[in-house]
């Protein structure tokens, strides 16, 4: 059997990290400045090249901004940020999972009464398809994201597009430590008998129905992933789901 290798981390990459989890810990708090670049790379024990590069990527991701004449200073991100910033946040701290459930399930059953509302015949159609993917998919992790795809899909029939980003925001929030919420899926019948009341809600034009179905839904599942989220991330801490 071939052996997947696995990807090799850069000291920036490393550094990265190590710089995210001082600012979002703390260590680097919001409105202050870095120490001089100087300093601050003999501190973490790299090269001022390897800082700045480091730098520059969370300068990118909104957590750092740099002035000519003045340096690096810290921005405060719950004031200025977007929801770019959940997938990092999410990974950093798994209390932010738990809010991100919560705007998902409000959220999620906002646009299903939407797409029972609005969807076409062919949205009615590729959602039951759709179902029957999560239904026969092969383990937790096909399931899951099987899953995923039947709420994009309930996200386009609304025909608003920004239902779709916000639902694509939240899914990138979690998706990459899927690995630790993998309970709700491990059985991909019951996976798709719980979500089936939402897709048949939506396909046969019953907004209200639809709408308590993925309240439902969205809250048995949240339940689920919430309960197994401590146990899962303490034996798969750093991890990420291929």
């Keep these: 059997m071939a052996v997947e290798s696995l990807p090799r981390r850069s000291v920036v990459d490393l550094l990265e990290d190590r710089l995210r989890q001082d600012i979002l810990g703390g260590t680097h708090r919001p409105g202050s400045l870095l120490p001089p670049e100087r300093e601050l790379a003999a501190g973490y024990g790299v090269t001022r090249t390897t800082l700045k590069h480091a730098l520059t990527r969370l ?12 340096g690096t200073s810290v921005l405060d991100y719950l004031r200025l940020g977007g929801a770019d910033l959940l997938p990092m946040l999410a990974t950093q701290d798994s209390a932010w999972l738990k809010e991100v459930f919560e705007v998902r399930r409000h959220i999620g059953a906002l646009i299903a009464g939407r797409a029972a509302a609005r969807r076409t015949a062919r949205q009615a159609r590729s959602l039951e398809e759709l179902l029957r993917r999560v239904a026969e998919a092969p383990d937790a992790d096909a399931t899951q994201l099987a ?37 709700p899926f491990e059985d991909a019948a019951g996976a798709a008998a719980r979500l089936a009341p939402v897709v048949h809600a939506v396909s046969e034009g019953r907004p209200e129905d639809a709408r308590r179905a993925a309240e439902t839904y969205l809250r048995t599942t949240e339940k689920l992933m919430v309960s197994s989220l401590k146990p899962a991330r303490r034996g798969e801490a750093g991890g990420r789901p291929g």
Aim: positive net charge; glycine residues 8%.
């Design 59 to 70: 300068e990118k991701a909104g957590l750092l901004s740099t002035r000519h004449g003045v």
């Design 147 to 183: 899953d995923v795809e039947v709420h994009r899909e309930l996200a386009r029939a609304t025909g608003n597009r920004v239902y779709l980003l916000l639902t694509n925001t939240l899914f990138n929030a979690y998706l990459p430590v899927r690995g630790a919420l993998r309970s």
